[in-house]
């Protein structure tokens, strides 16, 4: 199991300190890039990655909520992402996910597709072959601190179960009000790597990480 915090709920008050917990304690840093637009929300620019990158050698996994991931991919390819995923529901669009897909794979990065809690996995599946990472929304994309949706639970058993049958890689990745209860269902499920935030930053950081990984 991999432990991705959310920087969404980071104490940039508390930099250093923050930072010093997350290098020994956690598996990847997730970042949450919101345009106000695609979500209702805004978050950050790139500058706050490279700020990141210059403190952590940790892998930097970029998820994109904004309408043009195509414009804003490449500023966080630069500035140190190791991973950028974006959402289907910003083409609705099997062929031209497929050509975004093609793009990001000229950097040399891992690839990931995510799907909106309203958004059934069959319309990704012909994409499945093509991507590194599976990003499930069990909250409607935009804040922290929201309740795990339980149907999100299905999606991750039908992805794990197509992933088996077709003997492909990706990872499912599980974003959006994962505590250590809901952390048991969604492993049971067959997640990979959990996203928290809200959890994980209101509690001892170091602890939380730990009792996470240790959820099978
Ligand atoms: C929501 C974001 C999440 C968020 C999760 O749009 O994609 O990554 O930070 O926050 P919690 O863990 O508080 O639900
Ligand atoms: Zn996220």
């Known amino acids: 199991m991999l432990i991705a915090p959310s920087v969404l709920s980071f104490d940039y008050t508390r930099f250093e300190e923050q930072m010093e917990i997350l290098n020994e304690h956690a598996d990847w840093l997730h970042f949450d890039v919101m345009d106000g637009h695609f979500v209702p929300n805004l978050s950050f620019g790139p500058a706050i990655l490279t700020a990141f990158r210059q403190n952590t050698s940790l892998f930097l996994d970029v998820h994109l909520m904004v309408d043009d991931p195509e414009k804003i991919a490449p500023l966080f390819l630069k500035t140190g992402a190791d991973s950028i995923t974006f959402h289907y529901e910003v083409y609705n669009d099997t062929e031209a996910c497929r050509e975004f897909i093609r793009k990001l794979r000229s950097y040399f990065v891992r690839v990931g597709i995510s799907v909106k809690p309203k958004t059934d996995v069959e319309v990704i599946k012909?994409?499945?072959?093509?991507?590194?990472?599976?990003?499930?929304?069990?909250?409607?994309?935009?804040?922290?601190?929201?309740?795990?949706?339980?149907?999100?639970?299905?999606?991750?058993?039908?992805?794990?179960?197509?992933?088996?049958?077709?003997?492909?890689?990706?990872?499912?990745?599980?974003?959006?009000?994962?505590?250590?209860?809901?952390?048991?269902?969604?492993?049971?499920?067959?997640?990979?790597?959990?996203?928290?935030?809200?959890?994980?930053?209101?509690?001892?950081?170091?602890?939380?990480?730990?009792?996470?990984?240790?959820?099978?």
């Open 126 to 216: 012909e994409l499945l072959p093509y991507v590194d990472i599976v990003l499930v929304m069990s909250v409607e994309p935009g804040f922290g601190g929201q309740a795990f949706l339980p149907d999100s639970l299905d999606k991750i058993r039908e992805l794990k179960e197509y992933r088996d049958e077709h003997d492909l890689s990706y990872l499912i990745e599980v974003d959006g009000g994962i505590n250590e209860e809901t952390a048991h269902s969604v492993v049971d499920a067959g997640c990979d790597v959990l996203v928290a935030g809200s959890y994980i930053f209101k509690n001892d950081i170091a602890d939380t990480i730990e009792s996470l990984k240790k959820v099978r």
